[in-house]
Protein backbone atom coordinates (compact mmCIF):
# COMPACT_ATOMS: atom_id res chain seq x y z
CA UNK A 1 0.00 0.00 0.00
CA UNK A 2 1.02 3.53 -0.73
CA UNK A 3 1.22 6.10 1.18
CA UNK A 4 0.78 9.88 0.99
CA UNK A 5 0.74 13.02 3.44
CA UNK A 6 -1.94 14.86 3.07
CA UNK A 7 -0.47 18.52 4.12
CA UNK A 8 1.03 21.26 2.54
CA UNK A 9 3.48 21.90 5.14
CA UNK A 10 7.20 21.19 3.53
CA UNK A 11 8.92 20.95 6.77
CA UNK A 12 6.34 17.44 7.86
CA UNK A 13 7.20 17.00 4.06
CA UNK A 14 10.87 16.84 4.67
CA UNK A 15 11.02 14.66 7.80
CA UNK A 16 8.91 12.25 6.56
CA UNK A 17 9.89 11.70 3.22
CA UNK A 18 13.86 11.87 4.51
CA UNK A 19 12.32 8.57 6.58
CA UNK A 20 11.74 6.96 3.16
CA UNK A 21 8.15 6.35 4.19
CA UNK A 22 6.42 9.18 0.93
CA UNK A 23 5.02 7.52 -2.19
CA UNK A 24 3.59 11.24 -2.63
CA UNK A 25 1.61 14.10 -1.31
CA UNK A 26 -1.92 15.06 -1.46
CA UNK A 27 -3.11 18.79 -1.14
CA UNK A 28 -6.45 21.03 -1.18
CA UNK A 29 -7.34 24.64 -1.26
CA UNK A 30 -7.90 24.22 2.60
CA UNK A 31 -4.54 22.57 3.53
CA UNK A 32 -2.52 25.27 1.29
CA UNK A 33 -4.64 27.98 3.31
CA UNK A 34 -3.32 26.43 6.43
CA UNK A 35 -0.04 27.07 5.52
CA UNK A 36 -0.19 30.41 4.45
CA UNK A 37 2.32 32.02 1.75
CA UNK A 38 2.48 31.96 -1.75
CA UNK A 39 0.38 28.93 -3.15
CA UNK A 40 2.53 29.14 -6.60
CA UNK A 41 6.06 28.58 -4.58
CA UNK A 42 4.85 26.05 -1.92
CA UNK A 43 3.57 23.80 -4.88
CA UNK A 44 6.71 24.10 -6.87
CA UNK A 45 8.65 23.36 -3.73
CA UNK A 46 6.63 19.84 -2.94
CA UNK A 47 6.93 19.02 -6.63
CA UNK A 48 10.34 19.38 -6.28
CA UNK A 49 10.72 17.56 -3.09
CA UNK A 50 8.69 14.25 -3.53
CA UNK A 51 9.98 11.67 -6.06
CA UNK A 52 5.75 10.80 -6.62
CA UNK A 53 2.68 11.94 -7.44
CA UNK A 54 1.67 15.33 -5.91
CA UNK A 55 -1.84 16.40 -6.15
CA UNK A 56 -3.06 19.81 -6.52
CA UNK A 57 -6.42 21.00 -6.65
CA UNK A 58 -7.84 23.42 -9.20
CA UNK A 59 -10.52 25.76 -7.76
CA UNK A 60 -12.38 26.39 -10.91
CA UNK A 61 -15.80 25.04 -11.17
CA UNK A 62 -16.58 24.92 -14.86
CA UNK A 63 -15.37 22.91 -17.62
CA UNK A 64 -13.02 25.16 -19.20
CA UNK A 65 -11.74 26.78 -16.90
CA UNK A 66 -10.42 23.43 -15.22
CA UNK A 67 -8.70 22.17 -17.97
CA UNK A 68 -6.69 25.69 -17.83
CA UNK A 69 -5.91 25.47 -14.51
CA UNK A 70 -5.04 21.52 -14.86
CA UNK A 71 -2.64 22.44 -17.56
CA UNK A 72 -0.90 25.14 -15.71
CA UNK A 73 -0.59 23.21 -12.38
CA UNK A 74 0.98 20.41 -14.39
CA UNK A 75 3.78 22.87 -15.06
CA UNK A 76 5.05 22.18 -11.90
CA UNK A 77 6.53 19.03 -12.58
CA UNK A 78 5.70 15.88 -14.01
CA UNK A 79 4.73 14.25 -11.14
CA UNK A 80 1.34 16.40 -10.97
CA UNK A 81 -1.90 14.65 -11.02
CA UNK A 82 -4.41 17.05 -11.55
CA UNK A 83 -7.53 16.90 -8.59
CA UNK A 84 -10.82 17.59 -9.35
CA UNK A 85 -14.19 17.74 -8.00
CA UNK A 86 -17.00 14.48 -8.06
CA UNK A 87 -18.97 17.16 -10.42
CA UNK A 88 -20.08 16.79 -14.05
CA UNK A 89 -17.80 19.41 -15.17
CA UNK A 90 -15.04 17.46 -13.11
CA UNK A 91 -15.62 14.35 -14.85
CA UNK A 92 -15.67 16.48 -18.23
CA UNK A 93 -12.74 17.28 -17.06
CA UNK A 94 -10.56 14.33 -15.84
CA UNK A 95 -11.69 12.84 -19.57
CA UNK A 96 -9.98 15.68 -21.15
CA UNK A 97 -7.20 16.05 -19.06
CA UNK A 98 -6.22 12.31 -18.76
CA UNK A 99 -6.31 11.82 -22.55
CA UNK A 100 -3.61 15.12 -22.75
CA UNK A 101 -1.63 12.84 -20.55
CA UNK A 102 -2.39 14.08 -17.58
CA UNK A 103 -3.59 12.35 -14.44
CA UNK A 104 -6.03 13.32 -12.68
CA UNK A 105 -7.11 12.32 -9.29
CA UNK A 106 -11.36 12.67 -8.64
CA UNK A 107 -11.83 14.01 -4.55
CA UNK A 108 -14.53 14.37 -2.87
CA UNK A 109 -16.19 10.76 -3.27
CA UNK A 110 -18.27 9.97 -1.02
CA UNK A 111 -20.35 7.05 -2.95
CA UNK A 112 -19.51 3.80 -4.99
CA UNK A 113 -21.59 4.92 -7.61
CA UNK A 114 -19.52 8.18 -7.74
CA UNK A 115 -16.06 6.09 -7.96
CA UNK A 116 -17.47 4.04 -10.73
CA UNK A 117 -18.41 7.43 -12.81
CA UNK A 118 -14.51 8.81 -11.73
CA UNK A 119 -13.59 5.35 -12.68
CA UNK A 120 -14.96 5.38 -16.27
CA UNK A 121 -14.03 8.68 -16.76
CA UNK A 122 -10.16 7.52 -16.45
CA UNK A 123 -9.31 8.56 -13.27
CA UNK A 124 -6.02 7.70 -11.87
CA UNK A 125 -7.21 7.86 -8.42
CA UNK A 126 -10.44 8.34 -6.85
CA UNK A 127 -10.61 9.98 -3.28
CA UNK A 128 -13.35 8.79 -0.98
CA UNK A 129 -13.44 10.96 2.52
CA UNK A 130 -14.02 8.31 5.12
CA UNK A 131 -13.14 10.80 8.37
CA UNK A 132 -16.27 12.77 6.57
CA UNK A 133 -18.40 10.26 6.29
CA UNK A 134 -17.57 8.71 10.01
CA UNK A 135 -18.53 12.39 11.06
CA UNK A 136 -22.10 12.16 9.79
CA UNK A 137 -22.76 8.74 11.56
CA UNK A 138 -22.02 6.74 8.31
CA UNK A 139 -18.73 3.89 7.92
CA UNK A 140 -16.54 5.27 5.95
CA UNK A 141 -14.82 2.01 5.70
CA UNK A 142 -17.51 0.01 4.17
CA UNK A 143 -17.44 2.46 1.26
CA UNK A 144 -13.73 1.47 0.96
CA UNK A 145 -15.27 -1.99 0.84
CA UNK A 146 -17.50 -1.73 -1.93
CA UNK A 147 -15.11 0.22 -4.22
CA UNK A 148 -12.73 -2.57 -3.31
CA UNK A 149 -14.85 -5.21 -4.45
CA UNK A 150 -16.42 -3.27 -7.65
CA UNK A 151 -12.83 -1.90 -9.24
CA UNK A 152 -11.32 -5.36 -9.50
CA UNK A 153 -14.36 -6.91 -11.58
CA UNK A 154 -13.87 -4.95 -14.86
CA UNK A 155 -10.69 -3.34 -16.61
CA UNK A 156 -10.21 -0.20 -13.86
CA UNK A 157 -6.92 0.82 -13.35
CA UNK A 158 -8.09 3.55 -11.01
CA UNK A 159 -6.49 3.28 -7.77
CA UNK A 160 -8.39 3.71 -4.77
CA UNK A 161 -7.05 6.60 -2.46
CA UNK A 162 -8.20 6.39 1.48
CA UNK A 163 -8.66 9.86 2.48
CA UNK A 164 -9.94 11.97 5.14
CA UNK A 165 -7.85 9.34 7.59
CA UNK A 166 -8.70 10.51 10.94
CA UNK A 167 -6.74 7.33 13.32
CA UNK A 168 -4.20 4.48 13.16
CA UNK A 169 -6.86 1.96 12.89
CA UNK A 170 -8.63 3.32 9.71
CA UNK A 171 -4.86 2.47 7.92
CA UNK A 172 -4.64 -0.65 9.10
CA UNK A 173 -8.40 -1.45 8.21
CA UNK A 174 -7.59 0.28 4.61
CA UNK A 175 -4.44 -2.31 4.47
CA UNK A 176 -6.75 -5.26 5.58
CA UNK A 177 -9.18 -4.37 2.49
CA UNK A 178 -6.29 -3.69 0.21
CA UNK A 179 -6.39 -0.02 -1.01
CA UNK A 180 -4.48 1.11 -3.08
CA UNK A 181 -3.08 4.00 -1.19
CA UNK A 182 -3.84 6.17 1.88
CA UNK A 183 -3.33 9.87 2.59
CA UNK A 184 -2.02 10.66 6.04
CA UNK A 185 -2.31 13.80 7.99
CA UNK A 186 1.51 14.48 9.68
CA UNK A 187 -0.33 13.65 12.93
CA UNK A 188 -1.32 10.46 12.24
CA UNK A 189 1.76 9.33 10.43
CA UNK A 190 3.39 10.18 13.62
CA UNK A 191 0.87 8.32 15.57
CA UNK A 192 1.57 5.26 13.85
CA UNK A 193 5.28 4.89 13.94
CA UNK A 194 4.98 5.33 18.12
CA UNK A 195 4.34 2.66 20.59
CA UNK A 196 4.52 2.62 24.47
CA UNK A 197 6.13 -0.57 24.69
CA UNK A 198 9.04 0.95 22.16
CA UNK A 199 9.68 4.06 24.48
CA UNK A 200 9.77 1.66 27.61
CA UNK A 201 11.80 -1.25 26.27
CA UNK A 202 14.22 1.35 25.23
CA UNK A 203 14.42 3.24 28.68
CA UNK A 204 14.99 -0.17 29.56
CA UNK A 205 18.42 -1.19 27.37
CA UNK A 206 20.16 1.82 27.81
CA UNK A 207 19.46 1.52 32.02
CA UNK A 208 20.90 -1.61 31.74
CA UNK A 209 23.73 -0.64 29.57
CA UNK A 210 24.43 2.18 32.16
CA UNK A 211 24.29 -0.46 34.68
CA UNK A 212 26.43 -2.89 33.25
CA UNK A 213 28.99 0.23 32.38
CA UNK A 214 29.20 0.95 36.27
CA UNK A 215 29.86 -2.86 36.80
CA UNK A 216 32.49 -2.54 35.02
CA UNK A 217 33.95 0.93 36.22
CA UNK A 218 34.01 -0.87 39.92
CA UNK A 219 35.99 -3.97 39.09
CA UNK A 220 38.99 -1.72 37.30
C1 LIG B 1 -7.27 14.42 0.51
O1 LIG B 1 -7.07 14.38 -0.66
C2 LIG B 1 -8.37 15.19 1.11
O2 LIG B 1 -8.37 16.48 0.66
C3 LIG B 1 -8.29 15.13 2.61
O3 LIG B 1 -7.92 13.83 3.02
C4 LIG B 1 -9.55 15.61 3.31
O4 LIG B 1 -9.44 15.35 4.68
P1 LIG B 1 -10.34 16.06 5.80
O5 LIG B 1 -11.70 15.47 5.73
O6 LIG B 1 -9.65 15.77 7.08
O7 LIG B 1 -10.33 17.53 5.45
Same mark, same amino acid.
Given at each position: ?????????????????????????????????????????????????????????? =???? +????????????? +??????????????????????????? &??? %?????????????????????????????????????????????????????????????????? %????????? =???? &????????????????????????????????????
Amino acid at each position: MKIFLDTANLESIKKFNDMGLLDGITTNPSLLSKEGGDPASMMKSITDIINGDVSLEV =VSTN +YDGMIQEGRDLRK +YGSNVVVKVPMTPDGLKACKTLTSEGI &PVN %VTLIFSANQALLAAKSGAKYVSPFIGRLDDIGQNGMSLIEDIAKIFPMYDFETEILVASIRHPIHV %VEAAKIGAD =VVTL &PPAVLDKMLRHPLTDIGLKNFLADWEKLKEQNLGTK
